[in-house]
């Protein structure tokens, strides 16, 4: 019932077919047998075939009902990992990601044949980011590519559009951990100390410099230009991240933050 689309398939050693897409309300799977959205609001779905005879083997409708949608599929280790967007927050299984703004984010999950969960990432960022297509290498690696506006954030790392919507490719490593190449630029300063339990102190650095800390998720807790220190002392404890503005190259110095009890 009313609307749905499969938007990406995939086939793995064992002749099993998986499929994925978006839809709202009632998907028939095959006769007598149905999933459905949480709400009217779209979620994406996962079914496996038997890619010999086309008979479902099982199928998931994935997603919190806030707007989800599975774009893109790859086969890893004899099962699918979906590429796709959502708003706010996904939880699938016992793991959840958030976005960091109002506007659809990207996610990454792979799944066992069986269908149950192996891993969920998030791709989250202030506007849009859109992992539209996704390729396994040999090594277990996976790449993505898509288009993102505003800033995106990958493992902690934010890259800036510099316009209405670029075009970014990120990679996973065999292990699952996000990577990129440091920034070929020296930090202008001293961040101290770190671990840090109240006041984070920002030595030797330009009138023009520009201090932005951020959450894991990407959200901003504090931005501030010209400043000596940082008051840490109100935050949870955990891992954030400074940017430190660099003019010159037209992008931010990030460096892991963590917060601890005095």
């Known amino acids: 019932q009313y609307d749905s689309a499969v938007n990406a398939l995939g086939v793995n050693g064992t002749q099993d077919l998986f499929a994925t897409g978006t839809f709202v309300g009632v998907l028939q799977v095959a006769e007598g047998w149905t999933i459905a959205t949480q709400g009217f609001n779209t979620n994406f779905f996962l079914i496996r075939y038997d890619a010999l005879d086309g008979t479902p083997e099982w199928a998931q409708s994935l997603g919190n009902g806030t707007d989800e949608q599975g774009l893109s599929m790859e086969i890893r280790n004899e099962g699918p990992v979906v590429a796709g967007l959502f708003r706010n927050s996904l939880t699938l299984g016992s793991q959840t990601i958030t976005g960091a703004g109002d506007g659809f984010n990207g996610f990454a999950a792979a799944f066992r044949p069986e269908g149950s969960l192996r891993w969920l990432l998030g791709f989250p960022g202030d506007g849009f980011v859109i992992p539209e297509a996704m390729a396994v290498m040999d090594d277990g690696a996976v790449w993505f590519a898509g288009g993102f506006s505003g800033t995106a954030f990958f493992n902690g790392e934010p890259i800036l559009s510099d316009g209405f919507f670029d075009a970014w490719v990120g990679k996973l490593s065999s292990g699952v951990t996000a990577t990129r190449e440091q920034a070929l630029w020296s930090l202008p300063g001293r961040v101290f100390p770190n671990p840090v339990s109240d006041l984070l102190f920002l030595d030797g650095f330009p ?48 460096i892991p933050i963590l917060k601890i009890e005095p």
Do not use: H
């Open 207 to 254: 009138d023009e410099a520009l201090f932005r800390l951020l959450r894991p998720d990407g959200i901003a807790c504090s931005e501030a230009e010209n400043t000596k220190r940082i008051d840490m002392k109100g935050l949870p404890d955990g891992l954030y991240y400074l940017q430190v503005w660099a003019p010159e190259k037209k992008s931010f110095y990030t």
